[in-house]
Nanobody, 123 residues
Framework: QVQLVESGGGLVQAGGSLRLSCAAS????????VGWFRQAPGQEREFVAA????????SYADSGKGRFTISRDNAKNTVYLQMNSLKPEDTAVYYC????????????????WGQGTQVTVSS
């Protein structure tokens, strides 16, 4: 069993930066891939970024390429999402999820989800 808790969201002006954290409990966290997803009001949840268990493989949605960086520290059981050059359209609730890498980047949902953290970007 893995429990995930996101933090680091908040209100920021366009062009600003935020770093989201996803802290996990569970001895096997380092064996899971982790992804960040987001859901804006009235829209479906969408994939943002993924990282495999070792941190050696990452993947990004086109919307975040060049602006977002996903990383992990398995010693701290934490995954990060550094978001730079934020835009109003990045406003959403951001969720982290853990599971097989194929579920993070594929159609099947990952096994474990956090409760989300709100990111609001003002223009």
């Amino acid at each position: 069993q893995v429990q995930l808790v996101e933090s680091g969201g908040g209100l920021v002006q366009a062009g600003g930066s935020l770093r989201l954290s996803c802290a996990a409990s569970g001895r096997t966290f380092s064996s899971y891939a982790v992804g960040w997803f987001r859901q804006a009001p009235g829209q479906e949840r969408e994939f943002v970024a993924a990282i495999n268990w070792s941190g050696g493989i990452t993947s990004y949605a086109d919307s975040g390429k060049g602006r977002f960086t996903i990383s992990r520290d398995n010693a701290k059981n934490t995954v990060y999402l550094q978001m730079n050059s934020l835009k109003p359209e990045d406003t959403a609730v951001y969720y982290c999820a853990a599971g097989l890498y194929s579920t993070i980047v594929g159609l099947d949902p990952p096994e474990y989800w956090g409760q989300g953290t709100q990111v609001t970007v003002s223009s």
